[in-house]
């Protein structure tokens, strides 16, 4: 078989190369052949770009990147939906494929009408509602006309895709049991595959954690350290995950937490600052994707807060599964996707049921307790094992395919 995986972000972001790039590397071991079609900003870093090429390319896999038009924004993307259909179809014809395979709804409406155009199968690998993520998100009204042409537009891609795919077992449950989609008689297989992680790249490594600090922050020294990894603002709610570590601090004299992000540091800074922390006690830095797991290493728990809404359901944070495969604990809210349920069977980590200081309090003392026991690391490690392994991802998503050539349709 023969894929098109269209995406919206570039192959050189950090989302891609650890959620897109892994999967079609194994696909293509497997004897499906990939194109990635995507849609890259002029501001990407050029030797990344010649990095992934090389790579790509080392793997048996063509690229071929668009230019992303970021503005006015319902223009650029409308024009850019009409490239990606133009220039797709063209790729499905030439290159003989047999599967359009898009990453969430903007590359998926692209893929519906490739696959009708080219008559080829289409996988709908729904990442979020985006409707909802836009209303819960503040940029769009809830009831608006974006938001019900969008809502529209994503009820119509999830029934007429050849399969669909989500993230976790939560949105699942809301398509096929909710009134979310039209009654129609038959729905396309749903398959749920977690966000997954590299174990080989994201690993445990007790004995490198002095070493790991040294090199990324001396700051920190020997202390407890709580670490935050990815984006700030919109869903991720910096303000609350300030409040529990000054709870935390209480708890755990000494703590420190450790943001590393490609946000704005200077909100980070001024959001510390209001609340009293001096600057080596709440310390915000950049890193590449490549330096992640040594960030991680540095650290002995993990948190994230996420706005806790209905768009979320579908939400699977990749920094949830590298946190666990690095074998830290974790500090999370209840509320999105499956990371409850999943920290909760463990134990592996505190999971607040309200942004109040009777739950940080409550959390920062159950962290305690678990990162007492020196057989917490690995448990945390084993569940990544068994549910957010690069390997088994790539296994799941070739069954997709092989159900896909078997069966035809569905």
């Given at each position: 078989?023969?894929?098109?995986?269209?995406?919206?972000?570039?192959?050189?972001?950090?989302?891609?190369?650890?959620?897109?790039?892994?999967y079609l590397k194994g696909l293509s071991k497997n004897g499906i052949n990939c194109?990635?079609?995507?849609?890259?900003?002029?501001?990407?870093?050029?030797?990344?770009?010649?990095?992934?090429?090389?790579?790509?390319?080392?793997?048996?896999?063509?690229?071929?990147?668009?230019?992303?038009?970021?503005?006015?924004?319902?223009?650029?993307?409308?024009?850019?939906?009409?490239?990606?259909?133009?220039?797709?179809?063209?790729?499905?014809?030439?290159?003989?494929?047999?599967?359009?395979?898009?990453?969430?709804?903007?590359?998926?409406?692209?893929?519906?009408?490739?696959?009708?155009?080219?008559?080829?199968?289409?996988?709908?690998?729904?990442?979020?509602?985006?409707?909802?993520?836009?209303?819960?998100?503040?940029?769009?009204?809830?009831?608006?006309?974006?938001?019900?042409?969008?809502?529209?537009?994503?009820?119509?891609?999830?029934?007429?895709?050849?399969?669909?795919?989500?993230?976790?077992?939560?949105?699942?449950?809301?398509?096929?049991?909710?009134?979310?989609?039209?009654?129609?008689?038959?729905?396309?297989?749903?398959?749920?595959?977690?966000?997954?992680?590299?174990?080989?790249?994201?690993?445990?490594?007790?004995?490198?954690?002095?070493?790991?600090?040294?090199?990324?922050?001396?700051?920190?020294?020997?202390?407890?350290?709580?670490?935050?990894?990815?984006?700030?603002?919109?869903?991720?709610?910096?303000?609350?995950?300030?409040?529990?570590?000054?709870?935390?601090?209480?708890?755990?004299?000494?703590?420190?937490?450790?943001?590393?992000?490609?946000?704005?540091?200077?909100?980070?800074?001024?959001?510390?600052?209001?609340?009293?922390?001096?600057?080596?006690?709440?310390?915000?830095?950049?890193?590449?994707?490549?330096?992640?797991?040594?960030?991680?290493?540095?650290?002995?728990?993990?948190?994230?807060?996420?706005?806790?809404?209905?768009?979320?359901?579908?939400?699977?944070?990749?920094?949830?599964?590298?946190?666990?495969?690095?074998?830290?604990?974790?500090?999370?809210?209840?509320?999105?996707?499956?990371?409850?349920?999943?920290?909760?069977?463990?134990?592996?980590?505190?999971?607040?049921?309200?942004?109040?200081?009777?739950?940080?309090?409550?959390?920062?003392?159950?962290?305690?307790?678990?990162?007492?026991?020196?057989?917490?690391?690995?448990?945390?490690?084993?569940?990544?094992?068994?549910?957010?392994?690069?390997?088994?991802?790539?296994?799941?998503?070739?069954?997709?395919?092989?159900?896909?050539?078997?069966?035809?349709?569905?």
């Amino acid at each position: 078989m023969k894929t098109l995986f269209i995406t919206y972000n570039g192959a050189t972001e950090p989302l891609i190369r650890s959620q897109g790039i892994p999967y079609l590397k194994g696909l293509s071991k497997n004897g499906i052949n990939c194109v990635i079609m995507s849609f890259e900003k002029t501001s990407a870093d050029k030797k990344v770009q010649e990095e992934i090429e090389k790579e790509l390319h080392e793997a048996g896999i063509e690229w071929v990147s668009l230019r992303y038009h970021k503005s006015p924004s319902l223009p650029a993307t409308f024009f850019d939906i009409i490239c990606g259909v133009v220039y797709g179809t063209g790729l499905a014809v030439s290159r003989g494929v047999d599967v359009i395979h898009a990453r969430a709804t903007v590359p998926a409406v692209m893929a519906f009408f490739i696959s009708r155009l080219s008559r080829k199968k289409f996988i709908y690998d729904e990442r979020g509602l985006m409707a909802e993520e836009y209303a819960d998100g503040g940029m769009w009204k809830r009831g608006g006309l974006l938001y019900k042409a969008a809502r529209y537009i994503e009820r119509r891609l999830l029934v007429g895709a050849d399969s669909v795919i989500v993230l976790t077992q939560n949105i699942k449950k809301f398509l096929t049991e909710g009134s979310y989609l039209p009654s129609v008689r038959r729905l396309p297989p749903i398959d749920v595959i977690a966000c997954c992680v590299d174990l080989g790249r994201f690993s445990y490594r007790p004995e490198y954690k002095r070493q790991a600090r040294e090199s990324v922050a001396p700051s920190l020294g020997d202390g407890f350290v709580f670490i935050y990894t990815g984006s700030l603002g919109t869903w991720y709610m910096l303000d609350e995950m300030l409040d529990f570590y000054a709870v935390a601090r209480r708890v755990i004299p000494g703590a420190r937490l450790l943001i590393v992000t490609h946000s704005d540091r200077k909100t980070v800074a001024a959001s510390a600052a209001k609340r009293g922390f001096a600057p080596d006690e709440v310390i915000a830095v950049s890193a590449g994707f490549d330096e992640m797991s040594v960030y991680l290493n540095a650290a002995d728990a993990g948190l994230f807060f996420i706005k806790p809404v209905l768009s979320k359901r579908s939400s699977c944070p990749i920094k949830f599964a590298e946190y666990l495969a690095c074998g830290l604990p974790v500090v999370i809210n209840s509320g999105i996707g499956d990371t409850a349920a999943v920290v909760n069977d463990g134990p592996l980590g505190a999971v607040v049921k309200g942004f109040s200081r009777a739950e940080y309090e409550k959390a920062a003392l159950e962290i305690v307790k678990l990162t007492g026991d020196g057989n917490t690391p690995r448990l945390c490690r084993l569940a990544a094992e068994r549910m957010f392994s690069l390997d088994s991802g790539i296994e799941k998503y070739q069954e997709v395919y092989n159900r896909l050539s078997i069966t035809g349709k569905g």
